[in-house]
């Protein structure tokens, strides 16, 4: 079991830039993905981008694709996620999750989450 914790969301402008940081109990299995998602109020849980832990390669959603970085904390277990260019639409809870999924952009199998962290894009 790894626990997750988010940081970092706040209040931005629209083109304005945030980084989020996803700390994570302890290093995960090189087998698993760490996924960045994100739910508005009333619509689905989706998915942003992910990386995998064997050869850290990563993934975008199309709405995000060029904005949005993830990254690697190379001192702690962890991610994070740039983003830039923010638009009214980002706004949302944004979470990470962390599991041995088949599929690193998609929102089955992941099975550990952490608690969210509000991300709201007004001027």
């Known amino acids: 079991q790894v626990q997750l914790v988010e940081s970092g969301g706040g209040l931005v402008q629209p083109g304005g830039s945030l980084r989020l940081s996803c700390a994570i109990s302890k290093r995960t299995p090189v087998h698993w993905r760490i996924g960045w998602f994100r739910q508005a109020p009333g619509k689905k849980r989706e998915v942003v981008s992910c990386?995998?832990?064997?050869?850290?390669?990563?993934y975008y959603s199309n709405s995000v694709e060029g904005r949005f970085t993830i990254s690697r904390d190379r001192t702690e277990p962890g991610v994070y996620l740039q983003m830039t260019d923010l638009k009214p639409e980002d706004s949302a809870v944004y979470f990470c999750?962390?599991?041995?999924?088949?599929?690193?952009?998609?929102?089955?199998?992941?099975?550990?989450w952490g608690q969210g962290t509000q991300v709201t894009v007004s001027s």
């Open positions: 990386i995998r832990n064997d050869d850290d390669t990563t």
């Open positions: 999750a962390a599991d041995s999924v088949a599929i690193c952009l998609s929102t089955v199998g992941y099975f550990n």
